[in-house]
């Protein structure tokens, strides 16, 4: 984010001064901290705490951000936030309590979109952003891998400590601090923060490989692919020609391993395919029969049996938004992603853009394949999904700024 004086003076002056000098440090620096904390606290609820104050805060000062409810992808994504915990009136069983904690994570995480979204606005926000997580998130993984050699678990894998006690979980957690440490290292020219970054990024490998999961590792791969093409081409759509081509190349490659290797396919799928297809048929099913259009509610099981083991949830995030809440939720979370991946592009130049389109490359894919709650207090998927959503929301409110001033319309703070 450093470049000449004038630029920087340009962009600080493109926000309302009441919103630079007191509502986004405050409320950047709150976000900070409980972004940090996923890595750090061994509670979820703990984590939540921080989010409780940004949401008390953020409300307060509704004044400030209201003007977001003029932008339509901003809607999408209220009536996204707002169905999901809506689809509990119809759950099987309904709890008022459960109904109510639905309502409050949405509010949550509407919160966190809209802090992110004013955030934005603010210059050194991206480099701050980039580095808490990068910090965290090596000092958690390398806890980790500590205790991984100090206890050897009999499945040889790497669990995260605290929230991130699942294996993928914590890769994929891990992998999005990887990418948001390589953006680091691509845009500071100092050598001390450059060798600092690239230190935290191979420690954050290191741990994303011994966690074993063979979704996080292509993820990584892909992700961090896009943080070196984003910061070397100059286009977006040079960008869309050029990962594309590498997305096709890497899935040739994993294929051809699969196929015509020996052994390949253990490497690969060391554990099989983990009754996956067998999974999505059941959920599909059970989707058609009970609740196509509108879901089963956000508070009905997700418990099914498959090849007699209990199945928790689909693992695919798409599929288990499906069956909370049918194809009508399934559609305004494919809007959302649409108008995001929109923006983030026909805004590419933008450094956070990247990092949004970074971190979607590594999230989007992976969540086929795992992930089960859209909505949900701070954790993998605030980082993963909701990020780049508040992202993309910014940069549009920035950008409807600088039209503003740049027409003569006097911005109010």
């Not at 991984?148 to 006690?165: A, C, K, M, T, Y």
Request: hydrophobic share 55%.
């Amino acid at each position: 984010m450093s470049g000449a004086p004038g630029a920087r003076e340009s962009r600080w002056h493109t926000v309302p001064g009441a919103l630079l000098e007191y509502r986004v440090p405050a409320s950047a620096t709150i976000l900070l901290v409980a972004l940090g904390s996923i890595f750090v606290l061994t509670s979820q609820s703990a984590s939540s705490w921080p989010t409780y104050i940004l949401g008390a805060y953020v409300l307060a000062g509704a004044a400030k951000w209201r003007s977001l409810f003029l932008d339509r992808g901003f809607l999408v994504v209220v009536v996204l936030l707002a169905y999901i915990p809506l689809s509990s009136l119809w759950s099987t069983p309904w709890d008022a309590r459960e109904a109510f904690s639905q309502v409050m994570r949405a509010l949550l995480v509407f919160t966190f979109v809209v802090c992110i979204a004013e955030s934005v606005q603010v210059d050194w926000f991206l480099r701050r952003l980039t580095q808490a997580v990068l910090v965290c998130g090596t000092l958690a993984a390398a806890a980790a891998i500590a205790v991984f050699f100090v206890e050897s678990p009999d499945e040889l894998r790497l669990n995260g400590l605290g929230q991130l006690d699942s294996h993928v979980m914590a890769a994929m957690v891990y992998a999005v601090a990887a990418v948001c440490g390589l953006a680091w290292l691509s845009s500071d020219d100092r050598f001390v923060a450059r060798w600092i970054a690239g230190v935290c990024v191979a420690v954050l490998v290191v741990a994303v490989l011994l966690a074993g999961s063979r979704n996080a590792m292509v993820c990584m791969v892909f992700g961090l692919g896009c943080v070196l093409i984003a910061n070397r081409v100059p286009t977006a759509r040079g960008f869309i020609l050029i990962a594309g081509s590498f997305a096709v190349a890497l899935l040739v490659a994993l294929l051809a391993v699969y196929w015509l290797v020996p052994g390949g396919n253990e490497v690969i799928l060391p554990r099989g395919t983990s009754f996956r297809p067998a999974i999505w048929m059941d959920y599909a099913a059970r989707i058609r029969v009970d609740g196509m259009w509108f879901g089963l509610g956000v508070l009905t099981p997700d418990l099914i049996q498959v090849g007699g083991y209990d199945v928790l949830h689909p693992h695919n995030l798409y599929l288990a938004v499906a069956h909370q809440s049918g194809l009508f939720g399934l559609a305004l979370l494919v809007t959302v992603i649409t108008v995001t991946v929109h923006t983030l592009f026909s805004n590419y130049d933008q450094p956070e853009a990247k990092l949004g389109l970074a971190v979607w490359a590594l999230a989007l894919p992976g969540y086929l394949l795992d992930g089960h709650e859209l909505v949900d207090k701070i954790g993998w998927t605030w980082l993963l999904f909701w990020l780049p959503v508040g992202i993309a929301l910014g940069i549009r409110a920035r950008r409807g700024l600088e039209d503003a001033r740049r027409f003569g319309v006097r911005v109010i703070s």
